[in-house]
Structures are given as C-alpha cells and as structure tokens.
C-alpha cells in the first residue's frame, strides 16, 4: 500500500534525524550510541582516548547503515514491492540497493583501516603522533587529565569543548579535534549576539574562536 510506505518512510527519516542529531529526550533516555553501546566503548572518563576512537567507529558504522536499513525495512512493510526478489526489483530500487551497500561497505572498511595495528590509523591516533611518535603515551596523558575535576566543559548541542590543564579538544560526532595549549594561537572568529538564551532566559553572547596548532599535522579547529 502507498500510504503504508509513506507513513513507513516518514517515521524512518524521523528515526535517521534522531539517530544522527539525537535531542535532548533520547539523551536523557539513554537513546543514544555513546549509552547504547557502552559496553564495547569503555569508559569515557577513565579512557577518554580509547572511547572515542572506538565511539566515532562506531558512529560512522551506525549512520553508513541507516539507507541499508530503510530498504530492509521497506521491504517487510511493503510486500508488494518485492524489494527482496532482486529479479523483479525496479531500477530506482536496484541503484538505490547498490548505493546502501556501497555506503555501508564503504564504511565497514574505512573501519578495519583504521583499526589495523591496534588503531594506529585512526584519525585521533594520527593527530596525536604530531606530538609524539608514541601515540599511546600521549593517549595516556589526556586520560589522566581529562580525570580530574579542574577541567573545563562546554556542551553545545553535539559538540563539546574540554579544556584540561594541558589541551584543548573539541569532540564532535565524527571528529575528536585536539591541540597542545602551549603551540596554539586563538583567533576571535566571530561574536554572535543573542537578546535571551533558552537556557539563563538572559542576553548571552557567543565567541567562536579558531584555533591553530604550530605542529604540521594537526588542523585548525574552532571552538564555541
């Protein structure tokens, strides 16, 4: 039935939106990939390194998997597509097929790529060998200080901004953006004005300031 797709169809986009922009219920619910596979991610206080790394592989896994499960979906909704008999299948839902499987494979491998050598390919590894070969040991500094209690946080939305007694790090769904504060360089990037904040009910001013690391490797990035 076409109102059974159209109704199937809004409710999945629905679902997407909340899975990749997730709101303030399904955090506070514990919907969200970070709770629902705690398990697997560890401790983000304790390993803050080795959480994100493992967090941000599985957040591109999950999201490179959302076409694939709407054609799944699709096809136990609406039968009279025949969306499993690959024969009578129509063009749209073949390419539309080919491309979910190519986005997920895609993601699939960038994942084993990066995890090859205990995740020495990782983006956040990476980024972490511009301050020392040993990726680990610098790994372990930011989990001691991101432990203790003197480190500031901001939360805006999906993105959040710690500043420990050494770095600054900005995590974002798929990026985990970090700088040693004794090389970077702040630049006021813009100055946003707001007549009252949903949250203090008063004016509130916003800073977006860039910051850029003097180390080759690690790339500029602005806070908020």
């Not at 514990?30 to 991610?41: A, P, R």
Request: proline share 3%; charged share 15%; aromatic share 12%.
């Amino acid at each position: 039935m076409a109102s059974e797709t159209i109704l199937f169809s809004l409710g999945y986009l629905l679902c997407a939106i909340c899975v990749i922009f997730p709101p303030r219920e399904f955090s506070e619910g514990g919907l969200t990939i970070d709770n629902i596979f705690s398990s697997f991610l560890g401790s983000e206080d304790l390993h803050f390194i080795q959480h994100h790394i493992r967090r941000t592989a599985v957040t591109l896994i999950i999201h490179a998997l959302i076409p694939l499960g709407y054609y799944v979906g699709l096809g136990c909704v609406s039968t009279e597509l025949n969306l499993f008999n690959f024969g009578a299948v129509t063009l749209p839902w073949r390419l539309f097929l080919l491309g979910a499987l190519l986005v997920a494979s895609m993601a699939v491998a960038q994942v084993y790529y990066w995890h090859k050598g205990n995740w020495h390919n990782h983006p956040i590894a990476k980024t972490l060998e511009c301050h020392d070969n040993r990726w680990f040991a610098v790994a372990s500094d930011i989990n001691v200080e991101f432990c203790r209690i003197t480190k500031f946080t901001s939360i805006l939305g999906q993105t959040k901004v710690y500043i420990t007694d050494s770095w600054v790090i900005k995590v974002s769904t798929y990026d985990v953006h970090i700088a040693h504060q004794s090389d970077i360089h702040l630049t006021l990037a813009q100055a946003d004005n707001h007549a009252i904040s949903h949250e203090t009910m008063t004016p509130v001013q916003y800073l977006c300031i860039t910051v850029r690391s003097i180390r080759d490797g690690v790339h500029p990035f602005d806070i908020r």
